[in-house]
């Protein structure tokens, strides 16, 4: 820190400067939220400091209440909010005040540039943080002294535009005590209706007292902790947005109490937006955990799985220590057990919501579908019980309605395996290709999966409802006999010399061709040995090492012997060998392309020209 005396000027980084040009000169009606943002800075200031005093002891301490004080002055029309929190060092300052250090404003600047639109449309939905006073502020002084005795006594001063100022202020109290000088425009925040009506709308949840030019303006309530048939449903909404610190709305609310085997108080919320949709990187965990109304960690990173972290709220419960630090809550056996008992109850909650009221699902599967998928795959407890909050397009749905694992088990005939899957792009994919034809004839219900990561979900689930999944191309289906299929077959023996004369001419690429009941119509279908990559995992692989060449996938190439293409070249084999050739090459390709597993197609194409010089000049 700087000892001199002297004001030292710095600049805002380039990004602040950005975001603090489109704050100014935006036209954005709601210019009264800075007040919310400022609060709730101050707010989460006393929850530091109170912190702070279990785990420090060595504390700037002057004895002043964990309280938020705000006057206004009309004459001077300046507005002032102050608190007796943490305050800020030297550094702190500029590394706060003076960087986009935190994710809201992240955020904001990161959906500025992926969206293309002003900024103004978008700074309703993120919150700027600090930097909203500038809305209202010509200039903005922050008076503050850090918890850290050697903190120093500091003021920080800046007109939002031309960089700032730190310099020394003695005489200051411990946290911050923000003054905002009002732009013209903005004189009516030094009135104190004015604030205090907005205090109203947005700060009743503020866990510490509000005193508006010393009067008292907020009852200090955890709503967590009322009766469900207490709380209305504006209350919980605006819970939401002041704990989440959120513009949208609630899409699910989950209030839950239970008195065993842990005493718990929750209210959880799915938001309405899924912000990891903007492209901006993994959210943070957002439940706090709280024990008797007291914040113990705000985001706990091992308290709910990491797929959960698109939920907000607070898990409330009595049974933990409140001396607990951050450090040990992440090891804690009690926190684990929390959180897994609201995991679970969560998970019923939402299966109950997806059954009562589907289309409200729908919507909230279709933005947030990959953290579900996400859990299957990676939350080993409760795996099956979040595979059935899955939804998808199956063989037996109209294109673009779904259908779940339980729907389908009980939809499984008499002597079905296995659960069957085809993961490929498109419902066009699939059933243009040649894999589900034989479930269909036999009236077996495929479904249809059209992301990549599907395929993860997939093998990390193995089995819903002790059957197995399988995937249609896996060599490991078994299936019965087709009903009655139509055509005559090649004989037995003829069917046998194709196989070994196929074998030979396609050597490497195949481990083995054979003759199977798979297939209705299509000539041929290539099928994966236990143990090849699917094709996702191959992209995966690919995508990964880019410059090494990746060895071809070595398939059962499975021949339908009912196929008139396969009757002919049975004959070709000995009277033209040449185009009997390129047809066993270009006959395993399309097999390979239909089952996605062709990494260069130039080779394809080149035979197919080949071919079609033959057939031409035979035409
Ligand atoms: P956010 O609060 O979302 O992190 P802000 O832009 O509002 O972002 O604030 C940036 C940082 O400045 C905060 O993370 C905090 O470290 C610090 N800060 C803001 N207000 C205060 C305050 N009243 N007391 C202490 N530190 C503060």
């Given amino acids: 820190m700087s000892n001199t005396t002297a004001p030292e000027h710095k600049e805002f980084q380039a990004e602040v400067k950005q975001l603090l040009d489109i704050v100014i000169h935006s036209l954005y009606t709601d210019r009264e939220i800075f007040v919310r943002e400022l609060v709730s800075n101050a707010a989460d200031a006393l929850e530091k400091l109170r912190h702070t005093q279990l785990t420090e002891r060595n504390i700037f301490d002057d004895k002043q209440p964990l309280e938020i004080n705000i006057t206004t002055d009309d004459t001077a029309k300046t507005l002032t909010i102050a608190d007796y929190g943490i305050g800020m060092t030297h550094d702190e300052l500029v590394e706060n005040l003076g960087t986009i250090a935190h994710s809201g404003s992240k955020a904001f600047m990161q959906a ?13 939905q993120f919150g700027v943080g600090f930097y909203s006073a500038f809305m209202v502020a010509h200039e903005v002084k922050v008076y503050t002294h850090s918890w850290r005795p050697e903190g120093g006594h500091l003021c920080w001063t800046s007109d939002g535009a031309t960089g700032y100022t730190i310099e020394e202020a003695e005489g200051q109290s411990r946290g911050c005590r923000i003054v905002m000088h009002l732009k013209e425009d903005a004189h009516d925040f030094a009135n104190a209706a004015t604030i205090k009506r907005i205090l109203a709308k947005y700060s009743n949840f503020v866990g510490f007292p509000i005193n508006l030019n010393g009067e008292r303006v907020n009852n200090v309530e955890a709503v967590w902790l009322k009766n469900k048939s207490e709380v209305t449903e504006e209350q919980y909404k605006e819970f939401y947005r002041f704990q989440a610190n959120a513009f949208d709305d609630p899409r699910y609310t989950f209030h839950f109490n239970a008195d065993a085997p842990l005493v718990i108080n929750s209210l959880l919320f799915v938001p309405t937006q899924n912000m990891e949709m903007y492209g901006m990187g993994q959210m943070e965990a957002g439940v706090s955990l709280y024990c008797k109304k007291v914040l113990i960690d705000d985001k706990p990173k091992k308290l709910l799985p990491e797929w959960l972290r698109f939920l907000r709220g607070v898990i409330d419960s009595e049974d933990l220590p409140l001396n607990i630090s951050r450090e040990t809550m992440q090891d804690s056996a009690l926190v684990r057990k929390l959180g897994e008992v609201v995991e679970k109850r969560f998970l019923k909650f939402l299966d109950k919501e997806a059954t009562d009221n589907a289309e409200k699902y729908a919507e909230f599967y279709g933005s947030f579908a990959r953290f579900l998928k996400e859990g299957v795959a990676t939350d080993f407890d409760n795996r099956e019980a979040i595979a059935k909050l899955l939804r998808f397009e199956s063989s037996m749905t109209e294109p673009g309605k779904t259908t779940n694992f339980t729907e ?26 040649p894999y589900v034809e034989a479930f269909k004839a036999r009236g077996y219900e495929v479904i249809y999966l059209y992301e990549q990561i599907d395929d993860y979900v997939v093998n990390a689930l193995r089995e819903f409802d002790k059957k197995s999944l399988q995937s249609v191309s896996s060599d490991k289906v078994e299936l019965d006999d087709a009903p009655a299929a139509e055509g005559e077959a090649l004989a037995e023996d003829a069917a046998t010399k194709l196989c070994d004369w196929l074998k030979d001419k396609l050597g490497k690429r195949v481990e083995n061709v054979r003759t199977g009941k798979r297939l209705v119509s299509s000539p041929a279908i290539a099928l994966l040995p236990e143990g090849e990559l699917t094709p996702q995992m191959r992209q995966m692989m690919r995508a990964l090492k880019k410059d090494d060449e990746m060895s071809a996938p070595e398939v059962i ?26 047809i066993a090459e270009q006959l395993l390709d399309n097999s390979l392309l239909s089952a996605g597993l062709i ?15 033959a057939l031409a000049e035979k035409a």
């Fill in 408 to 433: 389908y088990v009980s939809r499984m005939k008499d002597g079905q395996k296995a659960i069957y899957y085809q993961i490929a792009p498109s419902r066009a994919a699939i059933e243009n290709g």
């Fill in 112 to 124: 500025l540039k992926s969206s293309g639109k002003d900024g103004t449309q978008l700074i309703g």
């Fill in 599 to 613: 990494d260069d197609p130039q080779p394809v194409v080149a035979r197919s020209m080949k071919l079609l010089e």
């Fill in 557 to 582: 190439l499975e021949i339908n012997t009912r196929s008139g293409l396969i009757k002919n070249l049975a004959n070709l084999t000995d009277k033209n060998a040449d185009v009997a050739s390129l």
